[in-house]
C-alpha cells in the first residue's frame, strides 16, 4: 500500500480591498457650475476633469459624463439672463447678448467701439487666413491703417503665424482662439459662408456684435477716417521734409565744394606768385655773385 501523506493546506492570506466610491452625479454637477464660476475664463473637459484627480478616496467621473453634465447645465440655463456656451478655448457662463444693453450699466466705461475698415480686415483675416496686409488691401482697395493692425494685434484676435517667401517676406496673419471666444465661436466652421453674407450689416450679426458697438461704427469709422488723413498728412509732411532737407544737403554740399575751389585756386595762384618771385630772386642773386668775365680783347689795348 501507498501511504498517503497529507499536507497542511497552504493558508491564503485575505486581501480586503478597500472599494473607492464613485462621487454622485450630483455633486459633480455642483463641482462643475462652481468651477465655472470661480475661474473667471473657459474651461476645457480635461481641465474640469483634473478638479477629480486628485481624490485618493474617490473614483473621478468619467469623460463622456463631465460632457454630459455641461450640456445638461446648458440646456438648464435656457430662459435664464445667462448662458452656457462652449467657445474655442472650453466652456463659460455668460450673460446674454439681449440683456447686454442694461447689465453694460454696471461699468462706466463705455465699450471699444470698433470701426468699419477694422472690422472689414478682421473679417478678411478671418475668412482668408493666413493672409499678407498686401492681400487685404488688394481685395478692400485701399490702404490698411497700421492703426488698425496694430489694433486686432493688441487685443490679441489676430497673430503673425509665418511669412510669405517672396521679396520682402510679409508677414501672414491669422486670428487665434481669444478672437474665436470674444464672437462666441467654438471653431472657425462656426462662420457664416461668405455666399450666406449679402452686405456688411449682416456680418456684424453673424459675430453677435453689442448693439452699443454697431450704433457707434458710424462715428468709429469718421474717428478712423480722420486718424488715416492725420498719418497721410503727417507722412506727406515727413516726406515734403526730408525733400527739403535733402535739398538744403545738396545745396550745403554745393557750396561747399565752391568754397573749396575757390580755396584750392586761391592757393594755386599764391603758389604762383611765390614762385616768381623765387625765381625774380634767383637770378638777381646769380647776377651778382658771378659777374661778367671779360675778353682778352677787352682787357689789352690795342697796338
Known amino acids: 500500500m501507498t501511504d ?17 466610491a464613485p462621487l454622485d452625479d450630483a455633486m459633480v454637477r455642483k463641482v462643475i457650475e462652481g468651477a465655472l464660476l470661480a475661474a473667471g475664463q473657459p474651461m476645457t473637459v480635461a481641465k474640469l476633469l483634473e478638479l477629480f484627480a486628485v481624490d485618493e478616496d474617490r473614483e473621478p467621473p468619467a469623460k ?16 435664464r439672463g445667462f448662458e452656457l456656451v462652449e467657445v474655442g478655448s472650453g466652456w463659460r457662463f455668460q450673460v446674454r447678448a439681449e440683456t ?28 482668408r487666413q493666413p493672409i499678407t496686409r498686401g492681400d487685404i488691401e488688394e481685395i478692400r482697395g485701399v490702404a490698411v491703417s497700421s492703426h488698425i493692425i496694430k489694433t486686432l494685434t493688441e487685443r490679441e484676435w489676430v497673430k503673425v503665424v509665418g511669412h510669405r517667401d517672396v521679396p520682402g517676406r510679409p508677414s501672414l496673419y491669422a486670428t487665434t482662439r481669444q478672437f474665436l471666444d470674444y464672437f462666441n465661436l467654438k471653431s ?42 492725420q498719418t497721410e498728412v503727417a507722412e506727406a509732411a515727413a516726406e515734403g521734409n526730408t525733400e527739403s532737407a535733402e535739398a ?20 594755386e595762384a599764391e603758389a604762383e606768385a611765390e614762385a616768381e618771385a623765387e625765381a625774380e630772386t634767383s637770378i638777381e642773386s646769380t647776377g651778382h655773385d658771378n659777374p661778367v668775365e671779360h675778353t682778352e680783347s677787352e682787357q689789352t689795348p690795342q697796338s
Open 4 to 20: 498517503v501523506v497529507e499536507t497542511p493546506e497552504a493558508e491564503t492570506e485575505e486581501v480586503v480591498e478597500t472599494a473607492v
Open 64 to 79: 463622456d459624463l463631465v460632457q454630459a453634465m455641461l450640456e445638461d447645465i446648458a440646456a438648464d440655463c435656457d430662459g
Open 188 to 229: 472657425l466652421e462656426d462662420l457664416p459662408s461668405l455666399s450666406e453674407l449679402r452686405d456688411f450689416e449682416e456680418l456684424n450679426q453673424s459675430l453677435d456684435l453689442d448693439d452699443s458697438e454697431k450704433e457707434a461704427l458710424a462715428e468709429a469709422e469718421e474717428r478712423d477716417g480722420i486718424e488715416e488723413a
Open 248 to 267: 538744403e544737403a545738396e545745396a550745403e554740399a554745393e557750396a561747399e565744394a565752391e568754397a573749396e575751389a575757390e580755396a584750392e585756386a586761391e592757393a
Open 100 to 127: 447686454a444693453p442694461w447689465v453694460n450699466r454696471l461699468w462706466e466705461e463705455k465699450p471699444q467701439k470698433y470701426s468699419r475698415a477694422l472690422l472689414e480686415t478682421l473679417a478678411l483675416i478671418a475668412y
